[in-house]
């Protein structure tokens, strides 16, 4: 079914969906949010222990450890999920989101709390206006999806280059980049959402997994756009 498609089926069938689709969304950014809040807290509780900061610093291959336990977790949630239980996937995801918050401590550190806090709340209103756009738009944004995503791969390999190159300038252009990637994202997956959930006629537990992989397309859109935002208007310590 094309998205074309899609988009006539909400609008000739809104009352056949309305009745597990709002409930299905709202689903999509409790998880999201809920994740966000494990991330907070994670990542705040382990700013305020030295001992844990120090050795992740100290032992890159406990970094290195968490971030490959991140993506597999990742990759599992996203493979397999039709394979897992709701129950399963979602603990998955809440592991992730300590993980996350774990690994982005040292980062956090690094600025001010009172820029942290702004730039959270940038984020956050970044955030809210690209959703609404994408879930109020008649547009299909299939094709800038396709770009983004091409896009988001060579960010990807500029920033691994620059991890050799320590280029105080080029990370400047990859943030600015990385925002605007992250920006267009979040419509993007935002209205992809939309478009999957109009499909289940009944809040089954199949689509239930497909409300929760929504909510980590959107996590990991928010979490990105806060660390890019974050390296532009941080203030450091």
Known sequence: MTQEELTRMIN??????????????????????????????????????ESIIMSMLTTP???WGLIIGELALVFVISGMIQRLSLTVGTLLFVIYSALNGLTLAPILMIYT?????????ITAGTFAAMAFVGYTTKKDLSSLGRLLFMALIG?????VVNLF??????????SYLGVAIFVGLTAW??????????????????????????SLSLYLDFINLFIYLLRIFGSRE
């Open 12 to 49: 000739e069938q809104e009352g056949q969906v309305s009745l597990a689709f709002p409930a299905l969304m709202r689903k999509v950014y409790v998880w999201m949010t809920l994740a966000l809040v494990i991330t907070g807290i994670t990542a705040y509780i382990v700013s305020h222990n």
């Open 61 to 63: 291959a406990l970094m």
């Open 113 to 121: 709390g009172a820029s942290v806090a702004k730039v959270f709340f």
């Open 155 to 159: 960010l990807i390999i500029a920033t």
């Open 165 to 174: 190159m320590k280029s105080s300038g080029l990370e400047m252009i990859l």
């Open 189 to 214: 997956d935002t209205q992809k959402i939309k478009l999957m959930l109009a499909q289940c006629p009944e809040p089954t537990e199949e689509a239930q997994k497909l409300a929760l992989l929504g």
